[in-house]
């Protein structure tokens, strides 16, 4: 039997998600959509040609895997909808909802992978830290390759936990490069340019660093390579050291990762009626 793939919820992340797997060649016919509202269900319809539900049940039936993609708020509402045929696959992408809330929610008889992907998805350049057990057959994971990687690239974590280090590093970490170009902005203004021509030379900077950055080459050799003895740029990257810019990443990751942990643990206790 061809793969049915019922997405659960039709906002953001489940269009790039979708609008990937469609860019890559794969079938509309495999993909259903589960969507609260109406104008988006039509919008789904029409820019994809995927068959779209105001309604689980039928969305769910016979599915070979859901794709779970309502706010993690949502979530437990969400599940208590949904009747799951035992062995289906459940691609989880909510921020902090554990593997054991979707098993005390949707059942232990299923093959649960938890994905934390990143906004650049929206453009199909993102990164996902996929995590599922050992007992996951290939099947399941090849599945859930396919669906995150058509919205960028794909990498398997060791254990759940380590889903909070890939939240710190790549979920949150598109808002670092931004704060920094932000700052690089303002100092630009206070050196004396104009604010648009400091906010044109920040982004283009940006823009431009991340597509050196595309290449094999490891971003310390890239730093090195522009960074000459004596020069201008030397003299910037040392204030930084002194700075402490290592210590207060350190710190921003290792702040994230909490949070995310504390996140999973309100969410987690409130699924148990804690
Ligand atoms: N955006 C990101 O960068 C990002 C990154 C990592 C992970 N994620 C995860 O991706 C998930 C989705 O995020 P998003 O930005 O795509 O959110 P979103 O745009 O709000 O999409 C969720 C959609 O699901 C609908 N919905 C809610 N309950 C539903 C139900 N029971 N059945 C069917 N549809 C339902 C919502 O409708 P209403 O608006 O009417 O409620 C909304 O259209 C979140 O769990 C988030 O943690 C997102």
């Not at 206070?190 to 950055?213: D, F, V």
Request: with cysteine; charged share 20%.
């Amino acid at each position: 039997m061809s793969q049915v793939i019922a997405f659960i919820g039709g906002g953001n992340m489940a269009a790039s998600l979708i609008g990937g797997w469609i860019q890559a060649g794969r079938p509309a016919s495999a993909i259903r959509v589960v969507e609260l509202s109406e104008p988006r269900r039509e919008q789904l319809a029409s820019d994809y040609g995927v068959a779209v539900y105001a309604d689980a049940a039928a969305a769910v039936d016979g599915a070979t895997a859901l794709v779970l993609a309502v706010k993690p708020q949502q979530m437990r509402e969400a599940c208590a909808n949904l009747r799951v045929a035992p062995g289906t696959t459940v691609i989880s992408i909510a921020a902090g909802i554990r593997i054991a809330s979707l098993q005390a929610w949707l059942g232990h008889d299923l093959h649960h992978i938890r994905c934390m992907p990143n906004t650049p998805a929206l453009l199909g350049a993102g990164i996902t830290g996929l995590y599922t057990d050992a007992a996951t057959p290939a099947t399941a994971r090849a599945l859930a390759d396919a669906v995150l990687g058509a919205a960028g690239q794909t990498v398997w974590l060791d254990s759940e936990a380590q889903i909070e280090a890939v939240t710190a590093v790549s979920g949150s970490g598109p808002a670092y490069f931004f704060l920094v170009t932000e700052v690089m902005r303002e100092a630009g203004v206070r050196l004396g340019l104009s604010a648009e021509t400091a906010a044109r030379l920040a982004r283009q900077t940006l823009i431009g660093a991340a597509r050196m950055a595309e290449t094999d080459t490891d971003v310390a050799e890239l730093r090195a390579r522009v960074t000459s003895k004596g020069g201008t740029t030397e003299a910037a990257v040392q204030s930084l050291e002194n700075g402490g810019i290592r210590t207060i990443f350190n710190q921003a990751l290792e702040a994230a990762a909490r949070r995310g942990a504390e996140l999973g643990q309100q969410l987690s206790g409130e699924s148990d009626g804690r």
